[in-house]
């Protein structure tokens, strides 16, 4: 998933601090194309099936075992916390907003599965956001999902320059998560509708923002939407040695992590969403999500494709990531048991 950094407007264009936001920007909207080549890894492996991740990913690179694992665990997760919301708000009435969508699928996959939501709404950089475009302009099982779900045959537009895609139910917008304007702009663009059950998806997101402009998101969520579930999945404890290490991998190629500092404990995440006027539902790190919450069959199938020797090394690696979720409104739509530890 990616995000952005706005590159201060007020420097000259030949500014050295110019030039290392816009690295930074290109960085950041690189670890969209990372996670999608490690997804693609999995889905080669049959960790998880995606029939349409390939059409949006061109590099083929197995991943180590590790890495395979940890990213079948992040996505199981999230697919079955939205397919419990799904459930919990009734067949065709979730509203999705994903916040840093990078080249995720799951609009396209509930589509092609009966399991269409009311509204699903993407929001990323613009650079992220035109790549995108593109790809569905070229893909015509692409714009047939979209275009499936039009009150009238072709109203859906897609403006490759502006990186938008606008359609009675799927939306795919340009903004910098760091300016809340901009996130305001690109929700009014997609026809975010504040009364209905909206899940928001944010994967990979906060480490890259500073508290100041994540603080700003969660709170005009909890402002503008009157039933709404967050989910939040990123990076945790940078102050161990596995942690600074960890930091330091992602960092050394130009991307600053201010908010794994500013949220560095599951205890921090917790606050946030309490300040931001969540009900906090359950914060767990990914291990506990994998053992306890991740559906014990696909679990067992999944552990049989590749051989994992460095459990230690595992466990480390999955307790710095964390699965957070708080929610708002009607609370009978979150008592669904495949939401973890509720």
């Not at 499936?148 to 859906?156: L, M, V």
Request: net charge negative; glycine share 8%.
């Amino acid at each position: 998933s990616t995000m952005s950094f706005r590159e201060p407007r007020a420097l000259p264009a030949s500014s050295s601090a110019q030039r290392k936001w816009s690295h930074a920007d290109r960085c950041i909207q690189g670890t969209n194309d990372d996670a999608s080549v490690s997804k693609m890894s999995c889905v080669s492996l049959k960790y998880f099936e995606d029939a349409f991740l390939p059409l949006f990913v061109r590099r083929r690179t197995r991943r180590p075992p590790m890495i395979n694992r940890g990213y079948f665990a992040r996505v199981q997760a999230i697919r079955q916390a939205v397919a419990a919301f799904q459930r919990g708000v009734g067949h065709g009435q979730a509203q999705i907003l994903s916040l840093g969508a990078g080249f995720d699928t799951t609009f396209f996959r509930l589509s092609a599965a009966g399991a269409r939501p009311r509204r699903y709404v993407e929001v990323d950089h613009k650079e992220v956001t035109c790549s995108k475009c593109r790809l569905v302009q070229k893909n015509a099982a692409l714009a047939d999902l979209i275009d499936a779900g039009e009150a009238a045959e072709g109203s859906s537009t897609i403006d490759v320059d502006g990186g938008t895609i606008l359609s009675d139910t799927y939306t795919l917008a340009p903004a910098d998560l760091r300016n809340l304007e901009s996130v305001k702009g690109a929700m009014a663009q997609g026809g975010v509708d504040a009364a209905a059950p909206t899940l928001v998806l944010m994967e990979c997101v906060m480490a890259y923002l500073d508290a100041e402009a994540t603080r700003a998101i969660l709170r005009h969520l909890t402002e503008s939407l009157e039933t709404c579930c967050v989910l939040i999945y990123d990076m945790i404890g940078p102050d161990d040695p596995f942690g600074k290490q960890l930091i330091l991998n992602v960092e050394s190629r130009g991307c600053p992590l201010p908010g794994i500092r500013s949220f560095p404990t599951a205890a921090s995440h917790a606050a946030l969403l309490r300040e931001s006027g969540f009900t906090v539902g359950g914060i767990h790190n990914m291990l506990e999500i994998y053992e306890r919450y991740v559906d014990p069959a696909e679990r067992k199938r999944t552990e049989r494709i590749e051989f994992l020797d460095e459990l230690e090394e595992w466990h480390l690696i999955m307790a710095h990531y964390c699965l957070s979720y708080g929610f708002k409104g009607s609370l009978e739509l979150f008592q669904s048991p495949e939401m973890p530890c509720l």
